[in-house]
């Protein structure tokens, strides 16, 4: 069992994250660093943990980028701050080919590596991208979260658990994965290949959900099938079927104290 420790917090593995020790992630999209900062001190106060969301940004050069992530870093207190490139290709707004993706990454670590935690990698960019944005975080000492996003399906349950257990082998330091439910029995299978995931490696902390009406239960239940994490938006949800993050926290600590017995 592994935890990922940031700046105090844990993201715990499946064997922890299963009796109910799930952190509470609040992201943030500002078009600029200056909004980046207004929005970052009351997400941090909500939260756990805080999503930047690059993508959201009107400027996304380099020094944009660096620009925003250390507004958001000074307005964070000690809370740790996720940096998350949400391509167009896994619902985000940008439009990047992973070449140009990897090199954005890459420059971020190299230009404010030591401004925020953990970095969100798309492993649909492919090896090439992994390998280089693996050694620029590496070399900065940031982890980086790999992550999948299916925006219009459930795939299989065994193809589900196949990739998070792909991404711990290839040196996730978290998996995640979201899927679009279209029946119950989606959001069901997402916790099932959850569950799978957590048994074949109970080392690599996981973070998982299905979107959308029909996978809010997996936001409120995921820690007892091993997942780490919940996203709760304050403000615009970045992602269809967020709650709002005051009624998941309640919801999280109440599941925490069930599942622990007290």
Same mark, same amino acid.
């Given at each position: 069992?592994? /935890? ?7 993201? $715990?593995?499946? #064997? ?5 020790? &799930?952190?509470? @992630? ?7 660093? #200056?909004?980046?900062? #207004?929005?970052?001190?009351?997400? $941090? $106060?909500?939260?756990?943990? *805080? %999503?930047?969301?690059?993508? $959201? ?11 925003? *992530? ?24 940008? /439009?990047? &080919?992973? +070449? !140009? ?7 971020? &670590?190299? /230009?404010?590596?030591?401004? =925020? ?10 090896? %090439? ?6 050694? #620029?975080?590496?070399?900065?000492? *940031? ?6 996003? =299916? ?5 299989? +349950?065994? *193809? ?9 082998? /290839? ?16 959001? !069901? ?13 109970? %080392? +690599?902390?996981?973070? +998982? ?7 809010? @239960? ?6 007892? =099938?091993?997942?780490?994490?919940? =996203? ?31």
């Amino acid at each position: 069992m592994a /935890d990922l420790l940031l700046r105090g917090v844990a993201l $715990a593995a499946p #064997a922890r994250a299963g009796a109910g020790v &799930c952190r509470l @992630i609040v992201p943030v999209q500002a078009g600029d660093a #200056a909004a980046a900062a #207004a929005l970052t001190g009351p997400a $941090a $106060a909500a939260g756990d943990l *805080v %999503e930047l969301r690059l993508d $959201a940004l009107a400027d996304r050069s380099p020094a944009g980028l660096a620009a925003a *992530v250390r507004a958001a870093r000074a307005a964070a207190g000690q809370a740790p701050l996720l940096v998350t490139m949400r391509t167009a290709r896994e619902g985000g707004a940008a /439009d990047l &080919c992973p +070449t !140009a993706y990897a090199e954005a990454l890459a420059a971020l &670590c190299r /230009d404010a590596g030591d401004a =925020f935690d953990l970095l969100d990698f798309e492993v649909s960019a492919g090896v %090439e991208a992994r390998a280089a944005v693996q050694a #620029a975080a590496a070399a900065v000492g *940031v982890p980086v979260l790999f992550s999948r996003h =299916f925006f219009r399906e459930t795939p299989p +349950t065994g *193809v589900m658990a196949d990739l998070l257990t792909e991404m711990a082998d /290839d040196g996730a330091a978290v998996a995640k994965l979201a899927v679009m439910p279209s029946e119950p029995d989606d959001a !069901a299978r997402l916790l099932e290949a959850t569950a799978l995931a957590a048994s074949r490696r109970p %080392e +690599t902390p996981l973070l +998982t959900m299905a979107m959308g009406p029909a996978g809010t @239960i997996t936001r409120l239940c995921g820690a007892a =099938f091993g997942c780490c994490a919940s =996203f709760g938006a304050q403000g615009a949800a970045s992602a269809p079927g967020q709650p709002a993050a005051p009624a998941l926290r309640a919801a999280l600590a109440a599941l925490e104290t069930a599942l622990q017995g007290n």
